[in-house]
T-cell receptor, first 112, second 113 residues
Framework: DAKTTQPPSMDCAEGRAANLPCNHS???????VYWYRQIHSQGPQYIIH???NNETNEMASLIITEDRKSSTLILPHATLRDTAVYYC?????????????FGDGTTLTVKP | DGGITQSPKYLFRKEGQNVTLSCEQN?????MYWYRQDPGQGLRLIYY???????QKGDIAEGYSVSREKKESFPLTVTSAQKNPTAFYLC????????????FGDGTRLSIL
């Protein structure tokens, strides 16, 4: 599975959009981008995933560049409850996750 | 509700003692996983199982053992050979259908007495 690079930390004002970047320059054609988040002392929670088209669900939007070497997770109206560590994972979908690697992620702090 | 249950939430181990962490899922998922998380760090894969009666080592399997006798259960034993077992342990499951994303339990925090 391809490796990802994320900034270690970011701040965002409450009510504003939070844009979390992820670089995955070695991504393969059949690998999807997944995002999870982990609130302190809890298990990670799945947010969204995509292959090459932009995706949106009730939690967030995922923007993937045309060359697929990077992506951005967008939380449109961040709240204090969105403060968490956000992980970007790249792997083949529709098969078991196997050795998918969770790096250190980005710690997002939403401030009042 | 469907989900993953890890127990206990907190566990204490004496030096030289083996302990077993429980993980049960009622999502009918084929695959299950164990991760270790140290403070301020990401998740590291210990073991994973893609089907009953089969499992593979992850990146940090030394000092740990698992079994997969039933689809819904994937217990992890932290043996006395694991010299630094204090950590947060997370269990997950996934299926080959749908998005294939992982569902996580709420973790077990293991400490040495």
């Amino acid at each position: 599975d391809a490796k990802t690079t994320q900034p270690p930390s970011m701040d965002c004002a409450e009510g504003r959009a939070a844009n979390l970047p992820c670089n995955h320059s070695t991504i393969s054609g059949n690998e999807y981008v997944y995002w999870y988040r982990q609130i302190h002392s809890q298990g990670p929670q799945y947010i969204i995933h995509g292959l090459k088209n932009n995706e949106t669900n009730e939690m967030a939007s995922l923007i993937i560049t045309e060359d697929r070497k990077s992506s951005t997770l967008i939380l449109p109206h961040a709240t204090l409850r969105d403060t968490a560590v956000y992980y970007c994972i790249v792997r083949v979908a529709f098969v078991n996750a196997g050795k998918s690697t969770f790096g250190d992620g980005t710690t997002l702090t939403v401030k009042p | 509700d469907g989900g993953i249950t890890q127990s206990p939430k907190y566990l204490f181990r004496k030096e030289g003692q083996n302990v077993t962490l429980s993980c049960e899922q009622n999502l009918n998922h084929d695959a299950m996983y164990w991760y270790r998380q140290d403070p301020g760090q990401g998740l590291r894969l210990i073991y994973y199982s893609q089907i009953v009666n089969d499992f593979q080592k992850g990146d940090i399997a030394e000092g740990y053992s698992v079994s997969r006798e039933k689809k819904e259960s994937f217990p992890l034993t932290v043996t006395s050979a694991q010299k630094n077992p204090t950590a947060f342990y997370l269990c997950a499951s996934s299926n080959t259908g749908g998005s294939g994303h992982q569902h996580f339990g709420d973790g077990t925090r293991l400490s040495i007495l």
